[in-house]
Nanobody, 127 residues
Framework: VQLQASGGGLVQAGGSLRLSCAASGFIFGGYGMGWFRQAPGKEREFVAAITWTGTSTYYADSVKGRFIISRDDAKNTVDLQMNSLKPEDTAVYYC?????????????????????WGQGTQVTVSS
């Protein structure tokens, strides 16, 4: 299983970035996917998740209305469109795949629900 995140960088406050996570080595279309982030000195926190069907999405309150998660099962990718970025969005962003395919009934917000993690991509928002 491999998850490769990309698209991070340096952006000014109010700007946008689009992160992408390329998946391989498992049946991507059967797994819900999530994005988490970790700022220096802080714990990893939930950002967004999407179900395996793509019909439901979940967001942390801090990013709701600014970030959009989407998936493309033909390309085995999950993206995170980040708009109206704030300095407090600065962190390493990780994509992750749930531990249970298809009929997952657990908590999307919990990092322990995810079995596979990418290497992370740095997002820095300057004020």
């Amino acid at each position: 299983v491999q998850l490769q995140a990309s698209g991070g960088g340096l952006v000014q406050a109010g700007g946008s970035l689009r992160l992408s996570c390329a998946a391989s080595g498992f049946i991507f279309g059967g797994y819900g996917m999530g994005w988490f982030r970790q700022a220096p000195g802080k714990e990893r926190e939930f950002v967004a998740a999407i179900t395996w069907t793509g019909t439901s999405t979940y967001y942390a309150d801090s990013v709701k209305g600014r970030f959009i998660i989407s998936r493309d099962d033909a390309k085995n990718t999950v993206d995170l469109q980040m708009n109206s970025l704030k300095p407090e969005d600065t962190a390493v962003y990780y994509c992750a795949a749930l531990s249970t395919p298809w009929g997952f009934t657990g908590t999307y917000y919990d990092p322990d629900s995810y079995a596979y993690w990418g290497q992370g991509t740095q997002v820095t928002v300057s004020s």
